[in-house]
């Protein structure tokens, strides 16, 4: 075997186990969870309680949970795939400061969950935490579902399949497979992706009021994605660009009150 031979074999070896690598522990490169339990009363805030949850699948999780005042819908919220609830903790308040009712969802393997974590796994906590809401007494139309970042993809599959009042997607994106091929160029990341979150291919199938906010110099999830999947919603819809402003624009209060003023007056009874 010739030198260029045997150079072209070893780049060929270190492809594949990098590839092999990236596919077996795509999870962790995928979420990044606060493991460490904690209540909403430790992470500051009161009139929350802990609701505990079961999945479809047995899977148990909890959702942090304060009424609505009279005549205010109830924020049904999905975070993001880094850290906790006990780091939205400030949105949470805000919502409440704001009379809207909180239920906010601590996914699987997230606040103390040591089960696996999956996008199926993910849709599933979902589900349960809008069928605990409709048990207590919350009708679809006053529920608002907000998805953050990674969870735009699990607010979009239940608004799909649920019946909403509104959807609020800050920084949504087509699917997770085109986000992970922008990084992984020199990977085949959509054979070898689990979780896709393919977006593109349930956003249609909502039937509610939409707001979609997006930095325009976002450097995680690019504007032109939610752009996309903002064409391809059904009517009544709304894109506003946040122009100038990166990922760091789903944490800002300015963010969270322009979703309070959209569901308050898309929701009001």
Known sequence: MT???????????????????????????????????????EAGLTGVQEVPLTAADGIKTAL???????????????????????????????????????????YRG?????????????????????????????PPNQIAVVGESLGTGVAVQLAAQR??????????????????AQIYWWLPVRLLMKDQFQSIQHIAAINAPLLIQHGTADQVIP????????????????????????HEALFQPLTWATEAAFFTATLAP
Do not use: C, M
């Open 110 to 138: 997230y606040n103390g969950s040591t089960d696996p974590i999956s996008e199926a796994g993910l849709i599933a906590d979902a589900t349960a935490a809008y069928d605990w809401l409709a048990a207590h007494g919350i």
């Open 3 to 41: 030198l260029a031979l045997r150079l072209l074999a070893i780049a060929a070896s270190l492809y594949l186990l990098i590839a092999l690598a990236v596919f077996v522990l795509q999870r962790r490169l995928q979420y990044f969870p606060d493991t460490r339990h904690t209540t909403p009363a």
């Open 223 to 246: 504007f032109a994605s939610g752009e996309q999947l903002f064409a391809t919603a059904a009517q009544p819809k709304t894109l506003l660009p946040l122009p100038g402003q990166g």
């Open 64 to 106: 942090w949970y304060a009424p609505a005042a009279a005549g205010k819908p109830t924020v049904l919220y999905f975070q993001g795939n880094g850290g906790g609830l006990a780091q939205r903790a400030n949105r949470l308040a805000f919502y409440q400061s704001q009379g809207l009712g909180a239920a906010f969802l601590s």
């Open 163 to 180: 019946p909403v009042g509104a959807v609020a997607l800050e920084a949504p994106y087509t699917s997770t497979a085109d986000i992970a």
